[in-house]
């Protein structure tokens, strides 16, 4: 079981920078590979970035390329997405989830992730 707390969402000017946290439980969170994903009303959850746990290896959406950096800490549990230039559409709700796929393609598929915090409000104003 692993349970995950996101934090360090808010408000924002667009430009503006936000670094979000995501803190893990459990003593195997070295072998989940993590992702970020955003979810705005009324539509789909969406990928924005992974990290795979065997190797390091990442991946990012299109659309966050560039100005979004994610990285871990295993020693503190704990996986960041680190935000720049941020832009009004970059405004959701942003989860972090825990899978065992360590495959490219599997880390921005939501259907593989096992476990998924309660996510945190990032608002970019223009």
């Known amino acids: 079981q692993v349970q995950l707390v996101e934090s360090g969402g808010g408000l924002v000017q667009a430009g503006g920078s936000l670094r979000l946290s995501c803190a893990a439980s459990g003593r195997t969170f070295s072998m989940y590979s993590m992702g970020w994903f955003r979810q705005d009303l009324g539509k789909e959850r969406e990928f924005v970035a992974g990290i795979i746990w065997s190797g390091g290896s990442t991946r990012y959406a299109d659309s966050v390329k560039g100005r979004f950096t994610i990285s871990r800490d295993n020693a503190k549990n704990t996986v960041y997405l680190q935000m720049n230039s941020l832009k009004p559409e970059d405004t959701a709700v942003y989860y972090c989830?825990?899978?065992?796929?360590?495959?490219?393609?599997?880390?921005?598929?939501?259907?593989?992730?096992?476990?998924w915090g309660q996510g945190t409000q990032v608002t970019v104003s223009s």
């Open positions: 989830g825990a899978t065992r796929s360590e495959t490219y393609n599997g880390i921005s598929n939501p259907r593989v992730y096992d476990y």
